[in-house]
């Protein structure tokens, strides 16, 4: 299994673009988790979908980020405008869902907004 | 609620000696347990889990853990450290009010003298 993908591993990009993150998760799981990881705040759950359906967004810091789950197979995290503080590493994790309830984590996007 | 506390945000451990970082958790059920490690500029890899079959888990690199219900820990151990154990190690536990959520601890970063 190729694991959960995430795509770009880099972003850099100016204060008041639009960033996309995008996540691939594993075959056949039904859950997904968008994260986010800083030194000051540590790990943070965003948003969280089941069968592609947003469950608890309370995690997303504003109405800035949006994340969509357009298929099974594909998620988005989106920033618009981006602002310097969302620098951070984003990951995105899938699992299965029941018992056991582990979840499986993407290599993570690295964003930097100068 | 969930929660899970690790002790000790940072701990040193000389190359060969025990390995011991301590997480403590609540649950109002019986908890699904699990360790990940992340090392350096990569995501999240699960290590270990509990999941009531056994108390003593074993999992990856050597380590294991123990699940003491009497005292609400999930602590992990290695017999003799390694220089590629040094990352970060994080506690987690399954929140039983939603569904697939993970609740994490705030991590122990692990460094190995040699």
């Known amino acids: 299994d190729a694991g959960v993908i995430q795509s770009p591993r880099h972003e850099v990009t100016e204060m008041g673009q639009e960033v996309t993150l995008r996540c691939k998760p594993i075959s056949g799981h039904n859950s997904l988790f968008w994260y986010r990881q800083t030194m000051m705040r540590g790990l943070e759950l965003l948003i969280y979908?089941?069968?592609?359906?947003?469950?608890?967004d309370s995690g997303m810091p504003e109405d800035r980020f949006s994340a969509k789950m357009p298929n099974a197979s594909f998620s988005t995290l989106k920033i618009q405008p981006s602002e310097p503080r969302d620098s951070a590493v984003y990951f995105c994790?899938?699992?299965?869902?029941?018992?056991?309830?582990?979840?499986?984590f993407g290599p993570g996007t690295r964003l930097t907004v100068t | 609620a969930q929660s899970v506390t690790q002790l000790g945000s940072h701990v040193s451990v000389s190359e060969g000696a025990l390995v011991l970082l301590r997480c403590n958790y609540s649950?109002?059920?019986?908890?699904?347990l699990f360790w990940y490690v992340q090392y350096p500029n990569q995501g999240l890899q699960l290590l270990l889990k509990y999941t009531s079959a056994a108390t003593l888990v074993k999992g990856i690199n050597g380590f294991e853990a123990e699940f003491k219900k009497s005292e609400t820990s999930f602590h992990l151990t290695k017999p003799s450290a390694h220089m590629s154990d040094a990352a970060e190690y994080f506690c987690?536990?399954?929140?039983?009010?939603?569904?697939?959520?993970?609740?994490f601890g705030g991590g122990t970063r692990l460094m190995v003298k040699p």
């Open positions: 649950s109002s059920v019986p908890p699904y």
């Open positions: 979908f089941n069968n592609n359906v947003p469950i608890d």
């Open positions: 994790a899938s699992t299965a869902g029941g018992p056991p309830y582990e979840q499986y």
């Open positions: 987690a536990v399954r929140a039983n009010t939603a569904g697939n959520m993970l609740t």
